[in-house]
């Protein structure tokens, strides 16, 4: 089974740190994905990579980086968290089925809760 | 852009009921996503699906490609099936990009 590992369950921060939010996958998966979840707004993009140290802004990227050094880690790094950062973050991975455009099955860790006082 | 809507956003059933949860498109879109996930969890792909239907245990998730429509129904409900479920299309022009609805919380009641 496909397993995506993110580093930390639960986390809390105080304004002003930085945040490193790490992701594994075990399954030579090409494409990384982090997003958030908040109540009512469903998932959101932050950033996504389809390669090592290829990366691309997502929805909502102001605030964050990410780093892909290797093809199974993708890190999102909140460089002076902010309470409106408080959120569930989720990383994902999917091969590239090389079928259909979107077709690519997503694959999901385990979430992390951030909150930021 | 793809505009993706769900109905309902809330379900409450009784077990044994049928269950059906609706997914809507804006857009011609090539595949659709279907995800559950449960209180607290993570999240899970059910289904990816292209055309016609796809079967897995007591869940069914159809597509009709030229309505722009997909149905997960859920045969049997038990409370163990009471999650968040989640329908998902690729944007316009992107290979990696989906947009998600909001998601269909279902409570299946013993």
Redesign the interface.
């Known amino acids: 089974d496909v397993k995506v590992t993110q580093s930390s369950r639960y986390l809390v921060k105080r304004t002003g740190e930085k945040v490193f939010l790490e992701c594994v996958q075990d399954m030579d998966h090409e494409?990384m994905?982090w997003y958030r979840q908040d109540p009512?707004?469903?998932?959101r993009?932050i950033y996504?990579s389809?390669d090592v140290k290829m990366k691309?802004k997502?929805d909502i990227p102001e605030g964050y980086s990410v780093s892909r050094e290797k093809k199974e880690r993708f890190s999102l790094i909140l460089e002076s968290a902010s309470t409106n950062q408080t959120s569930m973050y989720?990383c994902?991975s999917?091969a590239n089925s090389g079928v259909?455009?979107?077709?690519?099955?997503?694959?999901?860790?385990?979430?992390s809760r951030l909150t930021v006082l | 852009k793809n505009e993706v809507e769900q109905s309902p956003q809330n379900l409450t059933a009784q077990e044994g009921e049928f269950i059906t949860i609706n997914c809507s498109y804006s857009v011609g879109i090539s595949a659709l996503h279907w995800l559950q996930q449960h209180p607290g969890g993570g999240i899970v792909s059910l289904f990816m699906l292209s055309s016609g239907k796809k079967k897995h245990g007591r869940l069914i998730a159809t597509i009709n490609i030229q309505e722009k429509h997909s149905s997960l129904h859920i045969t049997a409900s038990h409370p163990r099936d009471s999650a968040v479920y989640i329908c998902a299309g690729p944007r316009v022009g992107s290979n990696y990009k989906l947009t998600f609805g909001k998601g269909t919380l279902l409570t299946v009641n013993p």
């Open positions: 494409n994905f009512g707004l469903g998932l993009l996504f389809y691309e997502g989720l994902a999917s259909l455009a979107g077709a690519n099955v997503l694959t999901f860790g385990a979430g």
